[in-house]
């Protein structure tokens, strides 16, 4: 009889107790039938390119070698809930058991002991998972702030949770390990920012002195007729600021357009947001990367609108 497929993640225990041997599963391994989400644990097929893809096959196949039940956590819920995971580690699965129980670090998992509100567990794809204002808090408080604002903000924007929601949370935090960079990160937060770019950005330009007055500002004719909007503004040197991702001009594609024609139509209206008194200044991720280069970019656009005539 042959052996049955697995359909992944599967325990290699499962798979020899389905009449896989060990040297079938090597030759699968080689030939790229089989992948190896972690050890002892395997998928059909190449593992996804994604990190956040993998990690959930991850999270799967940790779950699966489990003895005893825990509630995923922290960075690995972030990443169930479809949370933005840059700056974030997933080389490991974070768990949280209630006590008593005792903390544990493996080779992929990391689990903590916490108190867990049952208003704070909820399920994604059968799984229990920490609901999804918890791991944003539990992130923040063990990661640099950039990245810890990233999550922050892309909760806030999908409105997973909401600033009223979190500060209620925090209350209960007070006291436990980087509750204070938490708080700080929270009152930060903002869920105007819409990617992951926007929210690097105005985590640097305030670290820079260089924060705009608004995110999101709608330009207007003097009819009213509104032209567009931008990411940030200065409102007071009339400068407006765009993140230019890889990604923006997708996200304007109508049905059956090409990206060149999404890009004209930026031009264009960037043109007639000049053409309305105001200036213009861009970034990419380069730039984000390299503050020197951004700062420069953004206080010299700053410096020629505070000129005369300008």
């Known amino acids: ?34 992948s190896r989400a972690r050890r002892g644990a395997y998928v059909e097929g190449p593992l996804p390119t994604p990190a956040a893809h993998r990690h959930r096959l991850l999270v799967r196949a940790t779950l699966a070698g489990l003895r005893r039940d825990a509630v995923v956590s922290h960075g690995s819920a972030a ?17 949280t058991r209630r006590p008593p129980a005792s903390s544990d670090v493996a080779r992929t998992l990391r689990c903590h002991v916490a108190r867990l509100d049952d208003d704070e567990v909820a399920a994604v794809d059968g799984i229990a998972v920490t609901d999804a204002t918890r791991p944003v808090l539990d992130v923040a408080r063990s990661v640099p702030f950039e990245v810890a604002v990233v999550v922050l903000d892309g909760a806030l924007a999908r409105r997973a949770t909401s600033l009223e929601e ?15 960079s938490a708080a700080r990160a929270v009152a930060f937060a903002d869920g105007r920012s819409e990617s992951v770019g926007e929210s690097r950005s105005r985590v640097l330009l305030h670290r820079l002195g260089l924060a705009p ?3 999101q500002h709608a330009v207007h004719t003097a009819d009213g007729v509104l032209l567009g909007r931008a990411d940030f503004v200065w409102e007071r040197e009339r400068l407006l600021g765009e993140f230019d991702g890889q990604v923006k001009y997708g996200r304007l594609l109508r ?9 004209f139509e930026e031009k264009r209206r960037e043109d007639a947001m000049r053409g309305e008194g105001w ?16 700062g420069i970019r ?5 410096s020629l609108r505070r000129r005369p005539g300008a």
């Not at 052996?3 to 599963?25: H, K, N, Q």
């Open 279 to 294: 200036g213009m200044v861009r970034w990419t991720w380069d730039e984000i990367d390299d503050t020197g280069v951004l």
């Open 1 to 34: 009889m042959a052996p049955a497929e697995p359909t992944g993640p599967t325990l290699r225990r499962d798979l020899v107790a389905g009449g896989w041997s060990d040297d079938e599963l090597a030759r699968a391994r080689r030939s790229g039938a089989l």
């Open 255 to 263: 049905p059956g357009q090409e990206p060149g024609d999404a890009v």
């Open 298 to 302: 953004v206080s010299s656009a700053l």
């Open 79 to 95: 990443v169930l809930h479809g949370l933005p995971t840059w700056g974030l580690r997933l080389g490991g699965v974070h768990v």
């Open 166 to 180: 979190l500060q209620e949370r925090l209350g209960r935090m007070v006291g436990t390990r980087g509750a204070r």
């Open 213 to 215: 007055s608004g995110l």
